[in-house]
Nanobody
Framework: QVQLVESGGALVPPGGSLRLSCAAS????????MSWYRQAPGKERELVAS???????NYAEAVEGRFTISRDNSKNTVYLQMNALKPEDTAVYYC????????WGQGTKVTVSS
């Protein structure tokens, strides 16, 4: 059974930093494209960043230069380092694994507020 477990969400002030983690199990991690999505209240889920098995990376324009996605294939884990956080980054952040099919985590909440 595939499981994606996100962690690291919290309440942080504007300008702060957080690192999200997504631990995967039940799948061959190295074959999967791994992505972070987010969904703010009243908005659609949107792609934040993705990383391929070979390490190719894409970012949404809104987070380019502030967020960094990485993966550790030895730990079956993908990370999202978030710096210079803004109130508009407030959302539930979801991990997604995609290869022959798609799997989602349950999400972790990030709130950016003073």
């Amino acid at each position: 059974q595939v499981q994606l477990v996100e962690s690291g969400g919290a309440l942080v002030p504007p300008g702060g930093s957080l690192r999200l983690s997504c631990a995967a199990s039940g799948l061959t991690f190295i074959r999967y494209d791994m992505s972070w999505y987010r969904q703010a209240p009243g908005k659609e889920r949107e792609l934040v960043a993705s990383i391929s098995p070979g390490g190719s990376i894409n970012y949404a324009e809104a987070v380019e230069g502030r967020f960094t996605i990485s993966r550790d294939n030895s730990k079956n884990t993908v990370y999202l380092q978030m710096n210079a956080l803004k109130p508009e980054d407030t959302a539930v952040y979801y991990c997604r694994a995609k290869w022959l099919n798609i799997h989602w985590g349950q999400g972790t909440k990030v709130t950016v507020s003073s």
